[in-house]
């Protein structure tokens, strides 16, 4: 006689309509009782953090709260639901409530899918650990120790603008055949990176066999993006059956930057090299006499690795970018470069470079059209709630400012899509209204720019990034004419074909793995005339 098995079969369907009571009951408290039920939003936002994953997968997260906000605004003023949990804000009074010093936030658990194996100053949720951590890592980006590492940025910068200009003929009236700028800035940010922080270059301008490291550093920012935006995945390591391929070359890339570090632990203190691992391992906190522990160096390696070169790269690139299909821009700051400095090796940090005020207004403005965090930096505010835009936020509320939404916001740049260098400037005049920039205008564009963030968990490596940039900008800007690669498909323009917010010839397009993929400019050189 079989076995009775209705007893199962009933037990498997009351579980079955438990779960769908379960979710319905997920679904209807989220829309309709959640505390963030009143705000704007997606659907399918409201109800799981799975459509922020699926827009983190695409690469158009940057994109997508660019659309919800000119969706969604008109509604709630400059608030957005994109998660059951989590708000986007669009103004420069959000901007500084929720990332400066004294804000009621610390950084989201969407954090915890960057740490491996300890913390570092990028993403250490802990107020007091950041704190030690950045007093200690200070000490690396002190103005002392950026003037003993010029000389490693200078000899990179000089096999770049050698490496660019290769392959010009007389058929082509000395132009050279043209360079995908997203390739040699990574090449270049690469490199630096490497002398800068392990002891020596990586040779990547030179070598291409040494240039996989490029494909990993990618696997990784994505993994961490896709992870961190659904943190169930993370949680439960889901990344691997989800996504094989990417969490495979995120884990190389961990062995990647662990063996740059033993490498680099080697030399010691005992070296002539002052890099950053020289002050790392030498420095102590004043505060509490602690250095760094063996895992908080690899984090710290891993987090120099990428935010020291990516995010870089990407500013470079987006100005050549912009530089070369704006020949106003392009020839201004060509010029101003070439009146400042009799000598390409007299370019160098110091106040004749800090004095070519138009090409560091072309940075800026590149770095507003294409930022290279692009995305929202996701904060999490603490007991007592806090007030943003005039919005009482409970207590355990995700929050935060789009970058690439606010640095388009027509409220603080007219024009959002045009390349106007003379709007940082007072003084200026605006090519597009033939008026000039006024204090008042420069410092309320001033007031929304974020492409470093702002406040305590701002960018320790500003300084350095705009060393890097200017350095090497101005000496291929005194070395060369440039132009936009002439016959060719350049994969860095929008077209027609692509999604929405992708059709613009003019705007660098820019893939969001939290900071950015890229693909061009295309771009030709000459020996200047």
Known sequence: MAPDTSHVWLWLGLAAVGGVIYVAGIVVYRIFFHPLAKYPGPFLAKITDGYQLYHAWKGDRHLDFYRLHNKYEDAAGKTVRFGPNSLSFNSATSLKEIYGFRSNVRKAEFYNAFVHPAPNTHNARDKDVHARKRRVLSHGFSDSAMKEMERYIIANVRSFTTEIGRGASPDTKGWSQPKNMADWCNYLAMDILGDLSFGKAFHMLEAPDNRFALDLIAAATKRHLLCGTMPIVDKLKLDKLLFPTIAAGRARYMAYSKAQLTERTKLGEDTDRRDFFYYLLKARDPETGQGFSTPELWGESNLLIIAGSDTTSTAMAATIFYLVRNPAALRKATEEVRAKFADVEEIRQGATLNSCAYLRACIDEAMRLSPSVGGLLPREVLAGGMTIDGALVPAGTVVGTPHYTIHHNEA????????????????????????????????????????FSIGARGCIGKGLAYAEMSTAIARTLFLYDMRKAVGVVDPAEGRADLEEGRRRTSEFQLYDTFTSMKDGPLVEFRARQ
């Open 412 to 451: 603080y740049y007219p024009s959002a899509y045009s390349y106007v260098p003379e709007r940082w400037m007072t003084g200026a005049v605006n090519p597009l209204t033939g008026r000039q920039t006024t204090e008042e205008d420069a410092a309320r564009a001033q007031s929304a720019f974020c492409p």
